[in-house]
């Protein structure tokens, strides 16, 4: 069973930072794209930034300029740096994983974990 650990949620103040982490399987790790995803009460699932294996970042545009995704291919694990909070950042946050492999479409999702902004 391939698990994603991810760590880092909790509660936090508008302007402050949060950094997310996710590590997965050295097996799978260093050929997948690995992205963070988020939803928020009442809302649709949205892709948050995804890093692709060579390390082209893509972000949402509600959070380009404060959010950062990483990835460490030694300790097998993506990050989350999230800069300048607001209160709509508030959501239940999945780190994901989609290994490259010919004739696959094998993907991966964490646990979640809860990020809230609030005063």
């Known amino acids: 069973q391939v698990q994603l650990v991810e760590s880092g949620g909790g509660l936090v103040h508008p302007g402050e930072s949060l950094t997310l982490s996710c590590t997965a399987p050295?097996?799978?790790?260093?050929?997948?794209?690995l992205g963070w995803y988020r939803q928020a009460p009442g809302k649709q699932r949205e892709l948050v930034a995804i890093i692709t294996r060579g390390g082209i970042t893509t972000y949402a545009d509600s959070v380009k300029g404060r959010f950062t995704i990483s990835r460490d291919n030694v300790k097998n694990t993506a990050y989350l740096q999230m800069n300048n909070m607001k209160p709509e950042d508030t959501a239940v946050y999945y780190c994901?994983?989609?290994?490259?492999?010919?004739?696959?479409?094998?993907?991966?999702w964490g646990q979640g974990t809860q990020v809230t902004v609030s005063s």
């Open positions: 050295g097996s799978i790790f260093s050929i997948s794209a």
């Open positions: 994901y994983v989609r290994p490259w492999v010919a004739g696959t479409r094998d993907a991966y």
